[in-house]
């Protein structure tokens, strides 16, 4: 659904909004998201109004391949001036291959985003390859009109959230959505989400990344114990091939453990929803867990990189990333360290999870080997194959630094 903010920009843009008659400087944005094309011609359209003579396009596509292409196109003369990023190792190959700006003297990356989001786009040297674009923000959905039915109001605690839970099942209710044959996003939208509660946020998750912390210890065995309690309380034969976040939005559970990524899902939803942060047993302990899914680099090889380069240093700051998240799809939102407001209500709820608590992006990421090992073990105490302490010796068992 195109959003009011969307529509007007565009209206403006193709009435030719900006100056008249100024030689123009083009600077080409090429990502791997076909939606994010009105959002960005929206914020080109408003950009118009503080460099008149920057005309900035947005070109989708195709994700498979992705880096491949682009390093292929920036050696070839042919990149874009900006492109998305993604983080950790797909965008160190290019930053390795010398094809992106360093952008740690931009005092924008320091002000507006926190170490742990610049983190995705950092290099072990402390350069920063790129600006955190966008990202999702994890969280537990819950149906509001049913829960007012049955006298409960969304936990602050984690022992709060188990007693609703346990008042639900007792009621003949099903909790989640969530299933344990939901596999890897059970994982990510469970186990991934509710860990920072446990073992802290940045500066803790990297002394466990370093081997400085056992993955072991009592904070990590606490977790699967009580993400091992979670498993009374998952949707029991669920539909192959469907989400819980579809499964939520169908009625067939009270609460779904999900991204805000996948809020497009409730559009129609015959109830009333509203969303809580994964609580810790401390509420003063809970931290968010942020997924960063773009950043966006500078080509310096492209054919004009200053404008390409203020343009960003523009949409890094507060106004640009305060539109943006205004224009972005539903549920996508900015990575900066600062308050926002967004149109839409759900939005707004959504963010306001991270207000007053810190963040972090997750704990392991996919395709690095202790993504495998964490995931098979998490998995293996909802399934009852193994004891918390055995799946956290499975960690131990397996553990590879990784950065």
């Known amino acids: 659904m195109m959003k009011r903010w969307v529509a007007g920009l565009l209206a403006m843009a193709l009435m030719g909004w900006g100056a008249q008659g100024v030689a123009e400087v083009g600077v080409l944005v090429r990502g791997w998201a076909a939606g994010d094309g009105d959002a960005m011609r929206a914020v080109a359209a408003v950009y118009r109004g503080v460099a008149a003579d920057v005309a900035v396009t947005y070109e989708a596509v195709a994700r498979d391949g992705y880096e491949g292409a682009e390093m292929a196109a920036m050696r070839g003369g042919t990149g874009a001036d900006l492109l998305y990023v993604s983080g950790y190792e797909p965008g160190l190959a290019l930053w390795n291959s010398g094809l992106l700006l360093d952008l740690k003297d931009m005092p924008e990356l320091e002000e507006n985003f926190s170490p742990a989001l610049r983190q995705p786009w950092s290099s072990p ?4 390859f790129a600006v955190p674009l966008y990202g999702a923000v994890h969280a537990v959905y819950c149906n509001i ?8 109001n969304p936990p602050g ?7 609703i839970c346990e008042a639900l099942r007792g009621a003949g209710l099903v909790p989640l959505a969530n299933a344990a044959s939901d596999g890897e996003a059970l994982f990510e939208d469970g186990f991934l989400a509710m860990l920072p509660n446990y073992v802290g946020g940045i500066g803790d998750r990297e002394m466990y990344q370093s081997g400085e912390r056992s993955l072991g210890d009592g904070a990590m065995q606490e977790a699967l114990t009580d993400f091992a309690q979670l498993g009374r309380y998952l949707l029991r034969g669920a539909s192959e091939g469907t989400s819980a976040m579809a499964r939520f939005a169908g009625g067939e559970a009270l609460m779904c453990m999900a991204t805000s990524a996948e809020m497009a899902a409730l559009d129609g939803a015959a109830f009333e929803w509203d969303v809580f942060a994964m609580p810790a047993h401390a509420a003063e302990r809970t931290v968010v867990c942020f997924r960063p899914e773009a950043g966006i680099a500078v080509n310096p090889r492209g054919a004009n990189v200053k404008a390409a380069t203020d343009f960003l240093q523009w949409l890094a700051g507060p106004d640009g990333m305060d539109l943006l998240g205004n224009v972005l799809p539903d549920g996508h939102f900015p990575m900066i360290d600062a308050p926002m407001a967004l149109d839409e209500a759900h939005e707004n709820a959504l963010l306001a999870l ?8 997750p704990f392991v990421r996919r395709g690095t080997p202790m993504y495998e090992v964490m995931r098979g073990a998490a998995l293996s105490v909802i399934a009852g194959t193994q004891t918390p302490q055995g799946a956290a010796d499975a960690m131990v068992a397996g553990f590879v630094p990784w950065v």
Request: glycine share 12%; no cysteine; proline share 0%.
């Open 145 to 152: 009109d049913l829960f007012r039915a049955h006298g409960l």
């Open 125 to 128: 040297e402390g350069n920063l």
């Open 354 to 361: 991270l207000d007053g608590r810190e963040s972090d992006v």
């Open 157 to 163: 605690t984690w022992d709060e959230f188990v007693a």
